[in-house]
């Protein structure tokens, strides 16, 4: 997590939830890229986390009454974690986003495999942000009783009021990293042949500069610079004027734990269209608030995507259906009550 800014949903569910806990416990906060940041110089991974752990022991808090801690970085910390539960006896609370490292269907890596079930033995509780990802801990031998699903909120902003509605605007807002389906995307993009249809890119580009470099190359590949506008990072402003002046969201990912973005683009009305993969399917209805179709297929993608865009009653139906059905759902206040519920159970 930055301090200096939130650059995810993982990271703006883990402020809200930790800021929730502010005013009745102690809360001190340790950012892993200042810490990483630290040792830069070690290009040796084993060695770099072998120090990152000694390097906790010494700094992170061991008698504390409890720690709450992200599973995206046990993989650094996971030695220190064993320290605190096996020396220490302090009560320890994992929040799970999603496993980069793990998919239940199978080709997993031995040694992420046993890491997270390690982890997961030596975590009092687990609390995770959708059923999907529940049920994902629960392959990996974990009872069902030491998991907590807490879903998110989203950030409410100001709608833009004044767009340009000569074109048709698709939106995607997301990393441009390869799980979230971004070339897949532009390739399907390319076989839309319906005319004045403009795809909007939102993402850090920073993340994984080579597959950016090969985003921009396919956009060109495929003549489609007049019609795709890689927007990078955006400021609140910018991004509420793109969700208000959009006729469709996008969501291609190929792995999610959730998605915060799907929530906003409905508190725009917005339809979505997106991926065949279990927990977008959590948000998104067929028929009701959007389409599902399978990234790997082509045409059927690029269909549901035509489909919408031809029938604008539809899709105004579909985005306000979104916006009063499922949105209601889903709110920060509650998601911080319960959370700070599930804290006070364990103490």
């Not at 340790?30 to 084993?46: A, G, P, Q």
Request: include cysteine.
């Amino acid at each position: 997590m930055s301090s200096a800014n939130i650059k995810t949903g993982g990271e703006l569910y883990l402020k809200y939830v930790i800021d929730g806990l502010d005013g009745d416990y102690a809360v001190k906060r340790y950012y892993m890229e200042d810490i990483f940041k630290r040792f830069y110089h070690i290009r040796n991974s084993i060695l770099k986390r072998a120090v990152i752990n000694v390097y906790g022991c010494f700094v992170f808090p061991s008698n504390s009454y409890f720690v709450i801690d992200s599973q995206y970085h046990s993989r650094y910390l996971l030695l220190y974690r064993l320290i605190l539960k096996l020396l220490c006896k302090t009560k320890t609370i994992a929040l799970v986003m999603h496993l980069d490292n793990y998919d239940s269907r199978g080709n997993n890596k031995w040694y992420s495999l046993l890491q997270d079930k390690i982890y997961f033995y030596f975590t009092d509780h687990i609390v995770t942000i959708s059923e999907y990802v529940k049920n994902e801990i629960i392959s990996l031998n974990v009872n069902n009783s030491k998991i907590s699903v807490i879903r998110p909120g989203y950030e409410k902003r100001i709608p833009y009021k004044h767009c340009d509605k000569t074109k048709k605007n698709l939106l995607f807002v997301g990393h441009l990293i390869p799980r979230k389906g971004v070339l897949e995307l532009i390739d399907i993009f390319a076989s839309i042949r319906e005319p004045d249809v403009i795809l909007h890119i939102v993402g850090d580009a920073a993340k994984d500069k080579k597959y950016a470099k090969r985003i921009f190359s396919r956009i060109s590949e495929k003549n489609l610079n007049s019609r795709v506008i890689i927007h990078g990072r955006v400021g609140e402003e910018d991004l509420a004027k793109l969700y208000s002046c959009a006729d469709l969201f996008i969501m291609p990912s190929l792995k999610e734990g959730f998605c915060i973005v799907l929530l906003e683009a409905m508190s725009y009305k917005l339809p979505i269209v997106a991926n065949n993969i279990e927990v977008l399917k959590e948000l998104v209805i067929p028929g009701k608030n959007g389409n599902i179709a399978d990234i790997n297929n082509k045409n059927e993608f690029a269909a549901a995507i035509v489909q919408l865009l031809n029938d604008g009653n539809r899709m105004k139906n579909m985005g306000l259906w979104g916006y009063e059905n499922i949105l209601p759902n889903y709110n920060w206040e509650i998601t911080k009550k319960r959370f700070k519920s599930v804290v006070n159970e364990l103490l």
